[in-house]
């Protein structure tokens, strides 16, 4: 089993950066796919992005690629996501999730998920 403790949240200005963190448990955290997903108010939860289990590949939703970066560090048992040009429509409750078997896109295929942390970007 795993647990994961998202921190990095906050509120900033559109325009600004903040950098998401995700610490994990356990010895097998390389062992799993890792996602970032998002849940504004009244919205349903959606994909952000996800890392392969050796950090070669990531995927990005539309909306955020090109102003964000996930990225992973297994010795520290660790994902990270880096959110730069941050837009108000980013504001939401962002999530890390582990995945056992493949990435994906879809949010009920992941396996374990963190308690959230709140990003807020005002205008």
């Known amino acids: 089993q795993v647990q994961l403790v998202e921190s990095g949240g906050g509120l900033v200005q559109a325009g600004g950066s903040l950098r998401l963190s995700c610490a994990a448990s356990?010895?097998?955290?390389?062992?799993?796919?890792m996602g970032w997903f998002r849940q504004a108010p009244e919205k349903e939860r959606e994909f952000v992005a996800a890392?392969?289990?050796?950090?070669?590949?990531?995927y990005y939703a539309n909306s955020v690629k090109g102003r964000f970066t996930i990225s992973r560090d297994n010795a520290k048992n660790t994902v990270y996501l880096q959110m730069n040009n941050l837009k108000p429509e980013d504001t939401a409750v962002y999530y890390c999730?582990?995945?056992?078997?493949?990435?994906?896109?879809?949010?009920?295929?992941?396996?374990?998920w963190g308690q959230g942390t709140q990003v807020t970007v005002s205008s």
């Open positions: 356990g010895r097998t955290f390389s062992s799993y796919v």
């Open positions: 890392i392969s289990r050796a950090a070669i590949g990531t």
């Open positions: 999730a582990a995945d056992s078997r493949q990435y994906s896109s879809k949010w009920d295929e992941y396996d374990y």
